[in-house]
C-alpha cells in the first residue's frame, strides 16, 4: 500500500468526531455496527444457529474442504459488537481456509460482566467436542477482545480437562485489562481507533471492581503451557501493540508454538479492510494458511 493509501486510511479511521459527551451503550453499539459491518462475501452460505446455548452464526464456504470447524469469537471489548458486526472478516477467513466457522454471540458487559464471556466460550467449545467434533479438527480464532477471549476460554477448557484445538489466530489481542502495556501511551496519538481512556471505559463495565489481572480476564498473566499454536497479528500504530508483543513473548516462554507478525503503519484489527488494504488481504491468507496446515493430517489427506 503506498503513504498515500495508508494516509487515506488513516484519515478514514478518524474521520468520526468524537462528542465532548460520552455516547450512550445504544449509541456505541449502533455506531460500532455501522462503522464495522462488511457484507458476507460472495460464496459464503449463512444460517442462524445455538452453539452452547448462545445464539450464533455459522458461516459455510461454497468451497468447503471438509477440514475442520473454526470457533470464532469477534471483538469489542466485551461490550460491543456481535457475528453480524463480524460476518464480512469471519466470512472472509472461512471462505479462504475452505472452513465451516460458527461466530458466537457471547454475552456481553455490563448487562453481563466478567466472568459471562468466558463462561460463553467455553460453553461453545465443549459443546464443539461433545458433539464428536474431534479437537485436532478445531481451529479457533478472534480479533481484540475476542483474541483474548479466544486465549480465555482454551485456559478454561485447560482447566475442565478438555483437549485443546489444532491452532489459533488472534487479531490485536487485548490481553492485558491493567493496561500496562508501554504502548498504551507511546502509540496513543499514532493510534486512529483507541485511546487508553477508551480501553478503561470497556474495562469499568465489564471487570467492575474485580481483579483486572485475572488470568481469564487478562490471559497475559496466565500459564500458557499446553495450548495450542498461535498466530498472532498485530499493526504497528496501535495501542495494544505491546498486548500482542508481550503475549508472543509469554507463549514462548511457556513453551507454546507462536508465530508474531506486526504489519507496519497499519490500525487495530487491519483484516477488517480487506479487499482494499493489500497488507489484509496478505494477513488475511497467511491466517487461513496457518489454520489449514495446523489441522489434522487424516482431515487434511482425506480432503486432497
Known amino acids: 500500500m503506498s503513504r498515500q493509501q495508508r494516509d487515506a486510511l488513516d484519515t478514514m479511521l478518524r474521520s468520526a468526531p468524537r462528542s465532548e459527551t460520552p455516547p450512550t451503550l445504544e449509541e456505541q453499539r449502533s455506531g460500532f455496527t455501522a462503522a464495522v459491518s462488511r457484507p458476507v462475501p460472495e460464496g459464503v452460505v449463512t444460517r442462524r444457529t445455538v452453539l452452547g446455548g448462545r445464539p450464533a452464526l455459522e458461516l459455510e464456504a461454497a468451497e468447503d474442504h471438509g477440514r475442520g470447524r473454526l470457533l470464532y469469537l469477534h471483538g469489542g471489548g466485551y461490550v460491543i459488537g456481535s457475528p453480524d458486526t463480524h460476518a464480512g472478516l469471519v466470512g472472509e477467513l472461512a471462505r479462504r481456509a475452505g472452513l465451516r466457522a460458527t461466530s458466537v454471540d457471547y454475552r456481553l458487559a455490563p448487562e453481563h460482566p466478567f466472568p459471562a464471556a468466558v463462561g460463553d466460550g467455553l460453553a461453545a467449545y465443549r459443546e464443539l467436542l461433545a458433539a464428536g467434533t474431534d479437537p485436532r479438527d478445531v481451529v479457533v480464532a478472534g480479533d481484540s477482545a475476542g483474541a483474548g477471549l479466544s486465549i480465555a476460554t482454551l485456559l478454561a477448557a485447560r482447566e475442565d480437562g478438555l483437549a485443546q484445538p489444532a491452532a489459533v489466530v488472534l487479531f490485536s489481542p487485548w490481553v492485558d485489562l491493567t493496561l500496562a502495556g508501554g504502548s498504551m501511551r507511546s502509540k496513543n496519538d499514532a493510534d486512529p481507533i483507541f ?7 470497556y474495562v469499568d463495565l ?39 508483543v508481550r503475549l508472543a513473548g509469554r507463549a514462548a516462554a511457556d513453551d507454546v508454538e507462536v508465530t508474531l507478525e506486526v504489519g507496519p503503519d497499519l490500525p487495530h484489527v487491519f483484516q477488517h479492510h480487506y479487499g482494499r488494504l493489500d497488507e489484509a488481504d496478505v494477513a488475511l491468507d497467511r491466517a487461513a494458511r496457518f489454520l489449514t496446515t495446523h489441522l489434522s493430517p487424516n482431515r487434511l489427506e482425506t480432503a486432497r
Do not use: I, K, M, W
Request: net charge negative; hydrophobic share 50%.
Open 206 to 244: 465489564y471487570v467492575r471492581a474485580g481483579d483486572r489481572a485475572h488470568p481469564l480476564a487478562s490471559p497475559l498473566f496466565a500459564d500458557l503451557t499446553g495450548l495450542p499454536p498461535l498466530l498472532v497479528q498485530v499493526g504497528a500504530n496501535e495501542v495494544l501493540l505491546d498486548d500482542a
Open 195 to 201: 485511546t487508553e481512556a477508551d480501553l478503561r471505559a
